[in-house]
């Protein structure tokens, strides 16, 4: 009987291969899929249109604005600004209400309106076999041509930065979706600033993009999302074919998180990171990106040096460099397996 896969995205070595096999014939199309890369490129003349699409599936709490947040976080990533929202909302059986859809509905339209994203059309339906709402957003984005940002713009050289810290996202899904096994550690204070995490510091980085590259010049982003930033560097590796070292004591771990971890047992690097934004650039860029994201009060802080080599990820540590293990899966999913 062939074996199942996990609950998680899929292993990185068939996810390479499906993606291998994608047919593209359009010409327009300048970035297609690929690991680590999150958004399509397509040439539209004198500007480029830049394309999302991802699910909200940990989260049901606000899932409608969240889901406007984490593909607004991929279209950031290119320097692009994001325009056009289309979303797909499944819906189960027995337990929707017309107040459900109406909440979840008025999330997407807040949200958009906040970021000036016209919301364009979509798909929406009560399915047989779900315990929860699914959504799943498209967004596209427009850049001028000369201020794309890729993945694979990462230089032998460049510094890495990491802004505001991990694991903000999963900090507010544990909050949400756990406050039972919390309580058993935390006052119900800490449990609500945890809950509130998806605002404060909160889980977008639209503002981190834009600040970032109007300070200097920025060679690659990437949003840390499932996996979490393990997964952020290991794919950002991929994408460049660079080698990545960075410190993990650089990494900023706010001291909620921290805790919530700990207890846990959850391995911060590898929890579901949405908030934080990875990014490279010149060592001299790199300082005075820091300068202007504190400036706004945003911490940031150079976490490692992109080297020439094979897409590998190095962890230093007082006994040496070390590979730093993919994640299988999020940390996070563990928790729904209990």
Same mark, same amino acid.
């Given at each position: 009987?062939?074996?199942?896969?996990?609950?998680?995205?899929?292993?990185? %070595?068939?996810?390479?291969?499906?993606?291998?096999?994608?047919?593209?014939?359009?010409?327009?199309?300048?970035?297609?899929?690929?690991?680590?890369?999150?958004?399509?490129?397509?040439?539209?003349?004198?500007?480029?249109?830049?394309? !999302?699409?991802?699910?909200?599936?940990?989260?049901?709490?606000?899932?409608?604005?969240?889901?406007?947040?984490?593909?607004?976080?991929?279209?950031?990533?290119?320097?692009?600004?994001?325009?056009?929202?289309?979303?797909?909302?499944?819906?189960?059986?027995?337990?929707?209400?017309?107040?459900?859809?109406?909440?979840?509905?008025?999330?997407?339209?807040?949200?958009?309106?906040? /970021?000036?994203?016209?919301?364009?059309?979509?798909?929406?339906?009560?399915?047989?076999?779900?315990?929860?709402?699914?959504?799943?957003?498209? /967004?596209?984005? *427009?850049?001028?041509?000369? !201020?794309?940002?890729?993945?694979?713009?990462?230089?032998?050289?460049?510094?890495?930065?990491?802004?505001?810290?991990?694991?903000?996202?999963?900090?507010?899904?544990?909050?949400?979706?756990?406050?039972?096994?919390?309580?058993?550690?935390?006052?119900?204070?800490?449990?609500?600033?945890?809950?509130? $995490? /998806?605002?404060?510091?909160?889980?977008?980085?639209?503002?981190?993009?834009?600040?970032?590259?109007?300070?200097?010049?920025?060679?690659?982003?990437?949003?840390?999302?499932?996996?979490?930033?393990? %997964?952020?560097?290991?794919?950002?590796?991929?994408? %460049?074919?660079?080698?990545?070292?960075?410190?993990?004591?650089?990494?900023?771990?706010?001291?909620?998180?921290? !805790?919530?971890?700990?207890?846990?047992?959850?391995?911060?690097?590898?929890?579901?990171?949405?908030?934080?934004?990875?990014?490279?650039?010149?060592?001299?860029?790199?300082?005075?990106?820091?300068?202007? /994201?504190?400036?706004?009060?945003?911490?940031?802080?150079?976490?490692?040096?992109? $080297? *020439?080599?094979?897409?590998?990820?190095?962890?230093?540590?007082?006994?040496?460099?070390?590979?730093?293990?993919?994640?299988?899966?999020?940390?996070?999913?563990?928790?729904?397996?209990?």
């Amino acid at each position: 009987m062939p074996s199942t896969l996990p609950v998680g995205k899929l292993p990185a %070595s068939l996810l390479e291969k499906l993606i291998s096999q994608a047919p593209i014939s359009d010409t327009r199309v300048l970035f297609g899929p690929g690991i680590g890369r999150d958004c399509a490129v397509l040439d539209m003349g004198e500007r480029l249109l830049v394309v !999302k699409t991802d699910p909200i599936t940990f989260a049901t709490q606000e899932i409608g604005w969240y889901a406007v947040q984490v593909n607004t976080n991929d279209i950031a990533t290119t320097g692009a600004i994001p325009r056009w929202f289309m979303l797909t909302l499944l819906l189960p059986e027995s337990s929707t209400t017309p107040e459900l859809v109406e909440t979840i509905t008025a999330q997407v339209y807040s949200a958009c309106r906040e /970021l000036g994203i016209s919301v364009v059309g979509g798909h929406t339906e009560i399915t047989y076999g779900l315990d929860r709402p699914i959504l799943v957003g498209t /967004l596209i984005g *427009e850049v001028d041509r000369d !201020k794309l940002v890729t993945p694979q713009g990462a230089n032998t050289g460049d510094s890495i930065l990491l802004t505001k810290g991990v694991p903000i996202e999963a900090t507010s899904i544990i909050a949400h979706e756990f406050p039972d096994r919390l309580a058993e550690f935390l006052a119900s204070e800490e449990i609500q600033q945890a809950k509130d $995490y /998806l605002h404060d510091p909160g889980i977008s980085v639209l503002r981190d993009a834009q600040i970032a590259t109007e300070a200097g010049k920025v060679t690659a982003m990437h949003d840390p999302t499932e996996g979490g930033l393990a %997964s952020a560097l290991w794919e950002l590796a991929i994408a %460049s074919q660079r080698t990545l070292v960075f410190d993990p004591s650089l990494v900023l771990v706010p001291p909620l998180p921290a !805790k919530i971890c700990q207890a846990l047992e959850l391995d911060h690097l590898a929890a579901i990171a949405s908030g934080a934004l990875l990014l490279t650039a010149p060592p001299q860029d790199a300082e005075a990106i820091c300068r202007a /994201l504190h400036n706004q009060d945003i911490p940031c802080q150079v976490i490692g040096t992109v $080297y *020439e080599g094979t897409a590998t990820v190095w962890k230093q540590t007082p006994n040496g460099r070390q590979t730093l293990p993919q994640p299988s899966r999020d940390e996070v999913a563990r928790l729904f397996d209990n």
